[in-house]
T-cell receptor, first 116, second 117 residues
Framework: DAGVIQSPRHEVTEMGQEVTLRCKPI?????LFWYRQTMMRGLELLIY????????DSGMPEDRFSAKMPNASFSTLKIQPSEPRDSAVYFC??????????????FGAGTRLSVL | AQKITQTQPGMFVQEKEAVTLDCTYD???????LFWYKQPSSGEMIFLIY??????QNATEGRYSLNFQKARKSANLVISASQLGDSAMYFC??????????????FGTGTRLTIIP
């Protein structure tokens, strides 16, 4: 079974450039999450969607960050313009949300972003 | 206050020994879930085990078990018969409340486990 697929795995860009990270969730999952991992702040939730609708974007750092989920099988996280402090590993995760509380989130391999 | 506290930044354990990774949590919700994830050096996050706040039995998944002490608000991960492949970062996480719009996981800072041959 295919897991959560993220692309690219590594991204190196220069300050001021636009960066787009992509995610394909596990087929059949209806919730999708974007997390960021840094040494200073650890793992933090940026935004999550349920049935393609953004539910909680309180973790999005600022207006430079935007996320979309145009359909059930694809999501993007865009940073424009990028800054060196955006350097981090960005994870996408998905889960199947039903009436049961468990709702395990399965993570992709992550995108390591370096902004020079 | 920290929602999830992992007090052991690093641990070294002899191969084949059992290891306990500590996790304490802070919540006022009666309904919550506790999760453990493993992050090997390759970077991916791997789900290991889940415990719900109303679960009466401690969760077990193969060599992993969760020592859930609700009154003490602790959810320690126990790995039996450790293997070299268990060397990784381990994160404890919590989801508070089982209502729509609250699927956020809050993670601890992690424990780096190194298994010594």
């Amino acid at each position: 079974d295919a897991g959560v697929i993220q692309s690219p795995r590594h991204e190196v860009t220069e300050m001021g450039q636009e960066v787009t990270l992509r995610c394909k969730p596990i087929s059949g999952h209806n919730s999708l999450f974007w997390y960021r991992q840094t040494m200073m702040r650890g793992l933090e939730l940026l935004i999550y969607f349920n049935n393609n609708v953004p539910i909680d974007d309180s973790g999005m750092p600022e207006d430079r960050f935007s996320a979309k989920m145009p359909n059930a099988s694809f999501s993007t996280l865009k940073i424009q313009p990028s800054e060196p402090r955006d350097s981090a590993v960005y994870f996408c995760a998905s889960s199947f949300r039903d009436t049961v509380a468990k709702n395990i989130q399965y993570f992709g391999a992550g995108t390591r972003l370096s902004v020079l | 206050a920290q929602k999830i506290t992992q007090t052991q930044p690093g641990m070294f354990v002899q191969e084949k020994e059992a290891v306990t990774l500590d996790c304490t949590y802070d919540t006022s919700d009666q309904s919550y879930g506790l999760f453990w994830y493993k992050q090997p050096s390759s970077g991916e996050m791997i789900f290991l085990i889940y415990q719900g706040s109303y679960d009466e039995q401690n969760a077990t998944e193969g060599r992993y078990s969760l020592n859930f002490q609700k009154a003490r608000k602790s959810a320690n991960l126990v790995i039996s018969a450790s293997q070299l492949g268990d060397s990784a970062m381990y994160f404890c996480a919590m989801r508070e409340g089982w209502y729509f719009g609250n699927e956020k996981l809050t993670f601890g800072t992690g424990t780096r486990l190194t298994i010594i041959p």
